[in-house]
Structure formats: structure tokens, C-alpha cells
């Protein structure tokens, strides 16, 4: 499994064990915990890529990370609290390779008793106070920067402000005040609930993962739960709605949009935060500060079976904005994550009507198990070799490459793809925890396709994707298109089953010890120049909503640093670099001039100020106003979109329809819209329908792409 890519977060899991003094380090505990703490602490200074021993400063991260983990918006701890704690910031290191994991109760069992104080304030405040929103007070919406509470009497009016927050968020959704206490009091009561039935071993789990996460973000321990779940998900195919969600700010929050119905509905997108689920003909549940794994079994069912979500849009300038998505479950199917193609007929400045055709690969897939046995099997090289085959019988003058929101996948298939564009020569540098570097390259002679192409990538194009936009920038083989960078995912990692390894170093276990997730190699470009932390950075920026947010390897915590190793072999084409500059100015000019980019460069200054104001309003009268001004002026919008047309024909080129002669009846209009589209949720608060991760007829990234591409051909025609 050497080449597994993966993105695992383990969900912090609570357990109900009461009050404890920071020096009570004994606890009666089956060894195998503590036998797992030292095979870990060995494990991660050996294999982990970095070789960073497990000393006084890695305790420090580590300490951090797990404090972080339980309260990462600083609302339960005192400052008093975290400064006990600090008594381990010299002694966590050994304690764990001693096996002793008495800090992750101790500091639990702390936390747990805040969450007590904080769940009793709450229910009792919403029951006996009638909370108004008369005053000219601001609620600090992200508290990961801010100071712990400094005694129980501060943490209290923190606890009451919040509450008030939480109590307008349903006001301005017209719920009515009893409906707004009981859906509160059902919430807390649930968060303790959740904490009372959690087994001590899930502390552990949380405190050996931020042991794993404080060497890097990708590095993570699974207990023998966890790790049995991954072997089922690796083997069986998936029943779901195709979204990778992670924890942030106790919100469930989409990080990947997968092919599946999610992805056909173009209503999720990274970064909607997940309010709450419902099934068909029962209530809904609300999931803020539920446990990841009690939410995923919530969004899991029988195939064909109806699901309702609410979120709070990415982009929300207004966290009191929802809106509802309803899907149906389904098998995640290949089909759903093969390639697609287009052509499209549009017409450039000189009156001359073109043929572009557009990829679009939502991931780098293969049949792993046909592999084995066939020299043809199902796979992202030979799907699209096909489709490059039809469009080069259709005579395109130019290719767009679309990886927006490609999350990655199969290395070699990768390494595969990125040889149907260039000849022989280096794709990707691979450097181990040893230093060692292997480059890799693929034996395929000819491309299949040699003519001009854009790469449209996005923050979302991470992984694998990277690897392909790196090589094609370094040969100057395309050009990059779309968001300042990508994600910067650069690492591989690989899984650890723990049970043998316990056995080679003689440790006891009476259970299955789990397994860990540990990154052993980083990516780097043919040129030499590594993809994580910094991505692949655009030759022409097209602005962005998906650019705004703080998503990204940097916005992780304890990210491997960037570096460059020496170049490969290679040789350069050079077809982009002395065009850049005369496109950059050209695309830059039309951006400038457009209406629908000037509309979007207003909602990315709006959403900039919310975001570096960080506060919102507990004034109602104020709050309601703010939401009807948006309302109105995104109203405004979408309308004078509708209006936007062009003349340009689409085909649309499959892999059923890819050996059939000639083109199949065009679908549309590019780009066009026939009545002006409804927001995907009521009293909008964001500008959701300039999502340029959404690929449906709005898109004014792909049409300002498609612009750029057209110069580019007019630039090597004079030339």
C-alpha cells in the first residue's frame, strides 16, 4: 500500500470520566495503550519523511495539538487549565516512550468537566432568560487566535455571548424562541450524552493522533476501529453521496467534493459547513459538535435512499445563511469519476470561428485489480487517450485541460496521463525519509495530443493533479490557468499495520493495536522545485471565490516546509514563457472591462472585510437589515446574468460516443443561461453562484480560460 494516497481525520471522541488534578498520572488502563505510545514514538522518529527525534520541542507540538484538538475555539479550558498543562511541555516525550499515556486522560478528564460546566450554564440560561438582541454587541465568530478564558466567570459570559450567537442564527431562520430552546438544549444535551457513552480508549485515539499530527497534518494514528473501516473502504465499493468532510470550528466541513451525487448537484462545494441531516419522514438532527464518526453513520444508508442537508455556503458574509440539499444515496461508480470531454465552436476577436476542445477530470483513477491481470484495463490514460483521439479527429486548435477541484488519486496513472502531452522524459521526482530520490518517467513514445493547451487548476487541485500541472509548467508544455496556486499537497503516505510491528518489538496487545498513517515521501517537479506547501502557482490568475478561502496544505497545522532538490534530465519545450506576459496583459485588460468579473470582485471585498473583521453583530434590527441588502443586491445580479449569451456551440464527447463518426447534436450554449438560475438556499448571503468549482453553465472561469486560449492560438499564428 506504499502508494496509497489518503486524507484521514480522526474525529475528536469524548469520554465522560470527571474531574482530575494535572499530577494524577495513574490510571488502571489495559497496557496495550500504552504499548501502542511507545511503538508509535519509535515508529514516527524512524519512518516518518522529516526524521524529527521526539524531543522536549516535539512535546510541545504535541501538547499543543491535542489541546487544540479538544478546544480548538478556546471556549472550555481557563487559561488557568492550560497553564497546569504546561507541566508536561518537558515531559510528554518521555512519558510516552515509557508508555505512559496518563496525560491524555488527565488533561480529558479536565476538559470533560468544562464541557459539564458549560453544557449545565447553557441549558439553564436558555430556559430561564429571555435573550435579546436590543445592544450593540459583536460576537468574535473564529477563536483559534484568541486567549483562553481567564477564570470560570469570563468563561461564562463567553458561554452566554455565544449562546446569544447561536440563539439569533435560528431567529434570523424564523424559528420560533421555543423551537430555538429545545433545538439548543437538544444540542448540548447531546454533545454531553455523546461524552457520557465514549470508552476511554477513544481519548487515547485522539491523543496518539495529535502525537502523529504534531510531525505533520497527513501523519495519523487509527485505532483498531478506525483502521478496520479503511480495509472495508479500500475493498467494498462506497453507498454515499461522494464528500470528504473534516472538523472545523465543531463544524462537519466539506474538504472534497468526490464524483457522485454531491458533485452532480453542483450545490456542495469545499468549505460548506454542515449544519444538520435529516432522512425522509423523520426530524432532523442537528450535527454542530457531534463526533465525525456519529456524523458519517448519520449521512451513510441503503442505496436509493433519500438524505437532507443543511449547510452554511463557504462563502457566507452572513453565518446565520443556510441552505438545503437534498440527495439521494448511491454507489459510487467509476463511471462517475471518468473522464469527460467537450468541443466547443466559439468565436475569437478575428471573426474566426475555432474548434476548443475541454477535459474534464474530476480524478486520476484505475482498475487496480484489472492491472494486475490485463495489459488494457480501465484507467485516467487510456480513457482519456481515447477522447484526445476523437478531438484530434475534430480538428480543435487548442485543448483546455480542466483539474479544478481534482483531489488527485493514482500516482502512476499521473505519471501515465502527463505522457499523453509531452515525449519521453521525467514527470515526477519522489524523495524518501532517506534522501534517496527516484524519477520517474513513462516509456510512451509519441503524445497524444501536441497542440496548444491550458491548464485550469484551482485551490482544489491537490495531489496527483499537482504532479501533472508542475510537469507541464516546467517543460512549458501549457499554460497554468485559474487560482494563484494549488492546494500543495506534496507527500505520500503510506499505512502501517501495527499488530505485526508489536510483535517484532515485543510489546503486548490484547487487542488489535490499529494502524497509522504516516508520510514517508515528498513530490518534487521535473525542474526540481516541490509541489507541497507552495502548489503550482498560475500564469494568469482568473479572480476567484474558491481562491478566498483559508484552505490549502498551509492552512494545516505542522505542514512540511517547501524545498528544491536538482533538476532532472529534460527537455525544455518552451512553447508558453515568451507569451506569458502579452496574455497575462490581455486576459487582465478583459477582466478589468467585464461586469460579471466586477460583480465578483465586490463579493471577494465584501467576503475579505467579513473574514478580517471576524466579528458579526448580536443586534437584530442590524443583522436583519444587513441580510435584505444582500438579498436584494445578489438578486440584482443573477438577473442581469441571465441576460449573458454567446453563440458558441457544445458537443459533448463521452467514451461511449467517442467511436461514433462525426459530432453528436450539440447540448447548449456555453455559458449561457435561458432564466435567471435560483439560489441553491433562501436569504442568500454569499455570492454562491460564482463558484467556479461548480462546472455548470455559469462559468465565467472557463469562459474567461477559453479567452486566454484563443489569444494564446491568435499569438502563435502571428508569430
Not at 118 to 145: G, I, P
Request: aromatic share 8%; glycine share 6%.
Amino acid at each position: 500500500m506504499k502508494w496509497l494516497k489518503i486524507f484521514i481525520v480522526v474525529p475528536v471522541l469524548l469520554a465522560w470520566l470527571g474531574a482530575a488534578p494535572v499530577n494524577e498520572l495513574t490510571r488502571k488502563q489495559d497496557p496495550t495503550e500504552g504499548n501502542i505510545a511507545k511503538l508509535l514514538s519509535r515508529v514516527l522518529e524512524q519512518a516518518q519523511f522529516s526524521h524529527q527525534p521526539f524531543n522536549n520541542d516535539m512535546a510541545c507540538r504535541f501538547l499543543d495539538r491535542y489541546i487544540d484538538t479538544l478546544d480548538n475555539q478556546h471556549l472550555n479550558f481557563l487559561q488557568s487549565d492550560i497553564e497546569e498543562f504546561q507541566a508536561f511541555s518537558t515531559t510528554l516525550d518521555e512519558l510516552t516512550k515509557a508508555g505512559n499515556t496518563g496525560p491524555a486522560h488527565t488533561i480529558y478528564n479536565r476538559f470533560l468537566h468544562r464541557v459539564e460546566q458549560r453544557v449545565q450554564f447553557v441549558t439553564d440560561l436558555v430556559k430561564s432568560e429571555k435573550l435579546t438582541f436590543t445592544d450593540s454587541e459583536h460576537y468574535v465568530l473564529d477563536r483559534k487566535k484568541e486567549a483562553f478564558p481567564k477564570d470560570l466567570n469570563q468563561a461564562q459570559q463567553l458561554w452566554r455571548q455565544r449562546v446569544r450567537f447561536e440563539y439569533l442564527q435560528e431567529l434570523l431562520n424564523n424559528k420560533k424562541p421555543d423551537q430555538i430552546v429545545n433545538s439548543i438544549t437538544k444540542r448540548y444535551n447531546s454533545l454531553l450524552r455523546t461524552a457520557q457513552e465514549m470508552k476511554g480508549d477513544d481519548v487515547a485515539e485522539a491523543y496518539l493522533t495529535a502525537l502523529a499530527n504534531a510531525y505533520d497534518p497527513h501523519s495519523v494514528y487509527l485505532g483498531h476501529e478506525q483502521f478496520e473501516n479503511l480495509n472495508i473502504s479500500m475493498k467494498l465499493s462506497l453507498v454515499g453521496i461522494g464528500v470528504e468532510l473534516v472538523v472545523e470550528d465543531g463544524y462537519p466541513m466539506v474538504n472534497r467534493v468526490m464524483p457522485g451525487p454531491a458533485a452532480r448537484s453542483k450545490q456542495i462545494k469545499t468549505g460548506d459547513r454542515l449544519v444538520a441531516v435529516s432522512q425522509d419522514g423523520k426530524s432532523s438532527t442537528d450535527v454542530q459538535d457531534m463526533p465525525l464518526n456519529k456524523v458519517v453513520e448519520l449521512i451513510r444508508g441503503p442505496k436509493g435512499s433519500s438524505l437532507h442537508l443543511t449547510f452554511i455556503p463557504a462563502d457566507a458574509q452572513d453565518p446565520s445563511v443556510r441552505k438545503k440539499v437534498s440527495l439521494v444515496r448511491e454507489e459510487i461508480k467509476l463511471e462517475d469519476q471518468e473522464a469527460k470531454a467537450k468541443i466547443v465552436e466559439v468565436a475569437g476577436e478575428d471573426g474566426k470561428t475555432r474548434r476548443l476542445g475541454i477535459i474534464d477530470l474530476p480524478s486520476f483513477y484505475e482498475d487496480m485489480e484489472a492491472r494486475k491481470w490485463l495489459s488494457s484495463h480501465k484507467s485516467t490514460t487510456e480513457d482519456v487517450a481515447k477522447l484526445l483521439k476523437k478531438l484530434n479527429e475534430e480538428n480543435i486548435s487548442g485543448l483546455i485541460l480542466d483539474l479544478r477541484q481534482n483531489g488527485g488519486g493514482s500516482l502512476q496513472e499521473a505519471i501515465g496521463f502527463t505522457s499523453l502531452f509531452i515525449k519521453k522524459g521525467p514527470v515526477v521526482q519522489v524523495k524518501d525519509s532517506k534522501g534517496k530520490v527516484s524519477v520517474y518517467v513513462d516509456k510512451r513514445r509519441s503524445p497524444g495530443y501536441d497542440g496548444p493547451m491550458v491548464v485550469l487548476t484551482s485551490r482544489g487541485s491537490a495531489s496527483a493533479s499537482e504532479i501533472v500541472a508542475g510537469a507541464l509548467q516546467d517543460y512549458g508544455r501549457a499554460l497554468i490557468v485559474g487560482d494563484p496556486s494549488t492546494y500543495g499537497k506534496g507527500t505520500v503516505q503510506s499505512v502501517l499495520q501495527l499488530e505485526p510491528l508489536m510483535k517484532q518489538f515485543r510489546y503486548s496487545s490484547s487487542y488489535d493495536p490499529g494502524g497509522l498513517v504516516v508520510t514517508i515521501e515528498k513530490f518534487y517537479r521535473p525542474g526540481g522545485s516541490s509541489t507541497q506547501l507552495k502548489g503550482v502557482e498560475a500564469d494568469i490568475v482568473i479572480p476567484s471565490m474558491t481562491s478566498q478561502a483559508e484552505t490549502g496544505e498551509a492552512a494545516l497545522a505542522n505542514p512540511l516546509g517547501w524545498d528544491s532538490i536538482r533538476p532532472a534530465e529534460f527537455e525544455m519545450l518552451n512553447r508558453t514563457q515568451p507569451y506569458v506576459q502579452e496574455l497575462k496583459k490581455r486576459s487582465a485588460h478583459r477582466v478589468e472591462q467585464s461586469e460579471e468579473f466586477s460583480l465578483l470582485r465586490g463579493e471577494i471585498t465584501r467576503y475579505r472585510d467579513f473574514m478580517a473583521k471576524n466579528t458579526v453583530s448580536l443586534n437584530e434590527e442590524q443583522r436583519r437589515k444587513e441580510k435584505a441588502e444582500t438579498k436584494n443586491r445578489l438578486a440584482g445580479k443573477l438577473e442581469r446574468r441571465s441576460q449573458t449569451d454567446t453563440s458558441a456551440k457544445v458537443f459533448e464527447i463521452t467514451l461511449r460516443n467517442a467511436n461514433q463518426p462525426g459530432l453528436p447534436p450539440p447540448i447548449g450554449k456555453t455559458n449561457a443561461m435561458a432564466t435567471p438560475p435560483r439560489p441553491a438556499f433562501e436569504d442568500s448571503g454569499s455570492a454562491d453562484f460564482f463558484h467556479d468549482d461548480e462546472k455548470g453553465k455559469a462559468d465565467i472561469t472557463m469562459n474567461e480560460a477559453q479567452k486566454v486560449l484563443l489569444d494564446y492560438l491568435n499569438l502563435l499564428q502571428t508569430k
